[in-house]
């Protein structure tokens, strides 16, 4: 009988680290043109509207990009993992509800004061968002159902629940003090939102970078048999990226919350705002397929949505036209992320 001969392992470990270095060489080569895709659609707005580049306009696109940064970081935290979140638009109505119910509730009753009733809505907002990623994490990772479907469902429970809570209507008399910490107010002159954007963006980039979850999450949606041979609580840990994605979520709601003063029962706009904030992570550099992403990613993401509709309504675009060029992007991130991986 023949000797087996040996399985030679070189050429498929140099054939795999060369196919992971072009992949890193298309991701960085996509992310180096953004900016300068971004500066040029810019340009291109102000030649037709030259408020475009002024200052208050400028503000304003900070502003604007930072809550959908904030909402692309909640689904980085799932699609790094193969993974992504079609309640989140649905999630942050319910908590922009619950929690303005909390507000108008407690606000003077039995002697509560203005603080007591701005924490125990913060409390409420994030603790039901967090519950609702801890569903989706259970669902997924425990019983093993697909994402998409896990998702949808829990997108009915939380339009269900918004809509309940509120009768459908508006919850008016969101106190003064809760709109200025979470909108109106200013820290040396920078608007409130852009900071909670940037505290949340440099804690998330050090958590990804600096911590166990953070790195497995990566190796999870990279290779999840690996991961599992590995030793890691895969399961744990992609429970713990639903509830970092339905916490994030809920503070993106509570700061459009601030904003409009008021819960609204269809702030998060059903599945736009989904598409939104997964063409701006995908965009930025996030893989559909797991284990790719960043921070910078979901930002220059973000930031290249919000330029584009802001300019789009300064140019008076018309809004129905406005919906297919939106839907024409999140088709071409979805095309990008395809290019970045052959």
């Given at each position: 009988m023949a000797e087996a001969k040996p399985v030679d392992r070189s050429d498929a470990t140099a054939s795999a680290e060369d196919a992971t270095r072009r992949l890193q060489r298309r991701i960085r080569m996509t992310q180096a043109l953004l900016p300068v895709v971004l500066l040029l659609m810019l340009l291109g707005f102000a030649a037709a509207e030259p408020r475009v580049l002024s200052f208050g306009n400028l503000a304003n696109v900070l502003q604007q990009a930072s809550y959908l940064f904030v909402f692309a970081l909640a689904q980085m935290c799932v699609i790094v993992t193969r993974g992504f979140d079609l309640s989140l638009g649905t999630n942050v109505s319910a908590v922009s509800v619950l929690s303005a119910l909390t507000l108008t509730g407690l606000v003077g009753a039995e002697g509560n004061g203005v603080a007591v009733a701005i924490f125990a809505g913060l409390l409420v907002g994030l603790g039901f968002g967090a519950l609702v990623g801890v569903f989706n994490g259970l669902v997924v990772a425990w019983l093993r159902v697909n994402p998409f479907i896990a998702t949808l469902g829990s997108l009915n429970i939380c339009l269900g629940v918004a809509s309940m809570a509120s009768d459908g209507r508006p919850v008016f008399?969101?106190?003064?003090?809760?709109?200025?910490?979470?909108?109106?107010?200013?820290?040396?002159?920078?608007?409130?939102?852009i900071i909670y954007a940037a505290v949340i963006g440099i804690a998330m980039a050090l958590m990804f970078s600096r911590t166990v979850l953070g790195r497995s999450l990566f190796l999870i949606g990279s290779n999840p048999r690996a991961a599992e041979v590995a030793g890691l609580p895969t399961r744990r840990y992609l429970t713990a990226a639903y509830v970092l994605a339905g916490a994030l979520a809920a503070f993106g709601s509570l700061m459009l919350t601030a904003r409009t003063g008021s819960g609204e029962p269809n702030l998060g706009g059903g599945l736009r705002l989904v598409g939104e904030s997964i063409a701006a992570a995908v965009i930025?550099?996030?893989?559909?397929?797991?284990?790719?992403?960043?921070?910078?990613?979901?930002?220059?993401?973000?930031?290249?949505?919000?330029?584009?509709?802001?300019?789009?309504?300064l140019v008076r675009v018309d809004g129905y036209i406005q919906m297919i060029v939106l839907g024409a992007v999140l088709i071409g991130a979805i095309f990008l992320d395809r290019f970045r991986r052959t």
């Open positions: 008399n969101v106190p003064d003090a809760f709109s200025q910490i979470f909108y109106s107010g200013t820290i040396l002159g920078v608007e409130m939102p930025g550099g996030v893989s559909l397929r797991g284990g790719v992403g960043g921070v910078e990613a979901a930002l220059i993401g973000a930031l290249f949505i919000t330029v584009l509709s802001n300019g789009m309504n």
